[in-house]
């Protein structure tokens, strides 16, 4: 399974949110930090804003900031927010598929059960869990300040 370009973009500005919380935090100054497209950001922003998970502050010094703590953010309804699908294959649209052996094929069920451990290990985790200890939020801080993309 792969997670989209907007999801992973999600994760990386609430990761940003989380590490700097004091802060409200703009489009732009998030975009250059992580050195990332501005157009892809405001949309997953407005993703985010309307999951309850980014508030919007308007106004000159407006920005963004966190809706709630970390360890309230779960990540498994992160990715169910900002995934538009999770059709591993054709055959998860049942009525629109047009694949000739999927009456009699045994891929869905197991294909299906590994997208629901998939989803079950993201609800044990929140953005707290993902920041970590100190010493990888210091690490994370660090690499954002030197303007360095942050690998997940």
Do not use: W
């Not at 054709?90 to 094929?105: G, I, Q």
């Amino acid at each position: 399974m792969r997670l989209t370009l907007h999801t992973d973009l999600a994760l990386r500005l609430l990761l940003l949110l989380a590490l700097e919380p004091d802060g409200l935090h703009t489009i732009a100054e998030v975009a250059r930090r992580y050195k990332i497209s501005r157009n892809h950001l405001v949309k997953v922003a407005q993703t985010l804003i309307q999951g309850g998970f980014v508030e919007s502050v308007r106004g000159r010094c407006g920005g963004l900031r966190l809706a709630m703590k970390p360890a309230q953010i779960n990540l498994g309804a992160v990715v169910r927010v900002t995934e538009d699908s999770f059709a591993l294959v054709e055959c998860f649209h049942r009525k629109s598929s047009t694949c000739v052996v999927m009456p009699a094929c045994g891929l869905r069920r197991p294909l299906q059960e590994a997208l629901d451990a998939f989803l079950a290990v993201l609800d044990r985790s929140t953005l707290a869990d993902a920041i970590g200890n100190q010493g990888r939020g210091a690490r994370m801080r660090r690499l954002l300040a030197d303007g360095a993309a942050l690998r997940l």
